[in-house]
């Protein structure tokens, strides 16, 4: 059992006895590259699938039941980021669906304007940020990050604003070394810039609760298979800023938001797979209140397991000779990023794998934090927890460590 000041508690057996995935015996630390699915979650994509199901409408009841999902999803999507049901957007992934926001954001650019990346981010809040930015003859401006702490403050995003700044894009969460930047403090200086802020919450939205309004974000993506839900994206944003934007869509498809950012049919199953993961998070935790209030909860308790399993995985690591651990800012995500002296991170990862832990090796698309950590496109060894991690996981993973 774990337990935050609250009283709220975790039962972390509980929780694992409905992952089927989990029977497999391995120990898993691979959630912030995707989560293990709940047989809740399971269970709602095979209903979606095996109950009547067309596009969407109210004339019959495989229209409705297809109705019903997707204002079902949005509305747990809704609770979980703090924002509301009609602003919420749904694509295959966050990287596609940012994309899409930037090609549609720089039809208003051009030469003179100026965008902000971060050297701290995942690579999908980066590279469709500049690509855009260049093929409109608009300036990219690179906010670093210390590498030294893995800290990026308010002040390195403040360096590289101007006058012309009209976005910045910056992650809330490291999904390389799990810093995260105090994100209302960098939202106050883009607003004071007259610029846009875009927030990459695909990894944060897993240990922490979104608040979209207390971010100060005016666009926001996040992917539910990362926090036990199934495959695709979801943006959301400020409901003036969405509804002045006009994607390039299909000419007999709506023109209402959110729908005019989302392209073809939606997946049904997986926004029933979505809502059920959401739902299961509200129920980490034993309570009352509205799902949002479940869901705070459920994640400070969640918070308080996982900040204790990352120091004793942090402790242990120390306590090894030759161990460099790159995750060092002062508020970060359970996202423990290390290296051996002398052995290649490939095969650490390979090792653990041939002793039942599953600790994968890589730069996880983070090139740039790679690069600036002095680590190239090998990276390190990343473990990262996820609510089913227990200390029999860790006791197995220091353990294969162990020489």
């Known amino acids: 059992m774990s337990s935050d000041t609250t009283g709220h508690t975790l039962d972390v057996q509980a929780i694992r006895s409905c992952f089927p995935a989990l029977k497999a015996g391995t120990a898993r630390f691979d959630a912030p590259g995707g989560t293990q699915t709940p047989q809740p ?51 295959r992934s966050a990287t596609q669906l940012v994309y899409d926001l930037a090609r549609t954001l720089a039809k208003g650019w051009g030469p003179g304007d100026e965008v902000v990346v971060s050297r701290l981010d995942h690579d999908s809040n980066i590279r469709p940020w500049t690509q855009a930015a260049e093929a409109v003859g608009a300036t990219v401006r690179w906010a670093d990050f210390d590498p030294a702490t893995g800290e990026l403050d308010a002040g390195h995003i403040e360096d590289v604003l101007s006058p012309r700044t009209r976005l910045v894009a910056v992650t809330a969460a490291s999904n ?37 309004a207390a971010l100060g974000a005016d666009t926001l993506v996040c992917s539910p298979y990362k926090f036990l839900g199934p495959h695709l994206g979801v943006l959301t944003g400020r409901r003036e800023l969405l509804h002045s934007l006009h994607p390039d869509k299909l000419l007999p498809s709506s023109d209402a938001v959110p729908e005019r950012f989302e392209l073809g049919t939606l997946p049904y199953e997986l926004l029933a797979g979505t809502t059920a993961a959401v739902d299961f998070l509200a129920g980490l935790t034993a309570g009352s209140g509205s799902r949002r209030e479940r869901l705070g909860h459920a994640f400070t308790a969640l918070a308080s397991h996982e900040d204790r399993l990352r120091g004793r995985i942090e402790e ?17 995500t359970p996202t423990t990023l290390f290296t051996l002296e002398g052995t290649d991170p490939g095969d650490v990862s ?7 832990v599953d600790a994968p090796a890589g730069s996880f698309y983070a090139l740039e934090a790679s690069h600036r950590l002095g680590l190239g496109e090998g990276g390190g060894v990343r473990v990262g927890l996820a609510p089913y991690t227990c200390d029999e996981d860790v006791d197995r993973l220091l353990n294969a460590l162990t020489p």
């Open 350 to 356: 390979r090792r653990l794998a041939e002793r039942g």
């Open 41 to 91: 979650v399971i269970d709602a994509i095979s209903d979606a699938l095996t109950r009547p199901l067309a596009n969407r409408g109210t004339l019959t009841e495989a229209a409705r039941n297809a109705e019903a999902i997707v204002a079902g999803a949005r509305s747990a999507m809704a609770d979980l980021l703090g924002s509301e049901a009609d602003r919420v957007v749904f694509g």
């Open 176 to 212: 390389l070394i799990g810093t995260c930047p105090d994100i209302p403090a960098v939202a106050s200086l883009v607003h004071r810039a007259g610029a846009l802020l875009h927030v990459d919450a695909v990894h944060y939205a897993s240990h922490a609760t979104v608040d979209l």
């Open 316 to 332: 242990g690591l120390s306590a090894m000779g030759g161990v460099t651990v790159y995750s060092r800012a002062a508020r970060r």
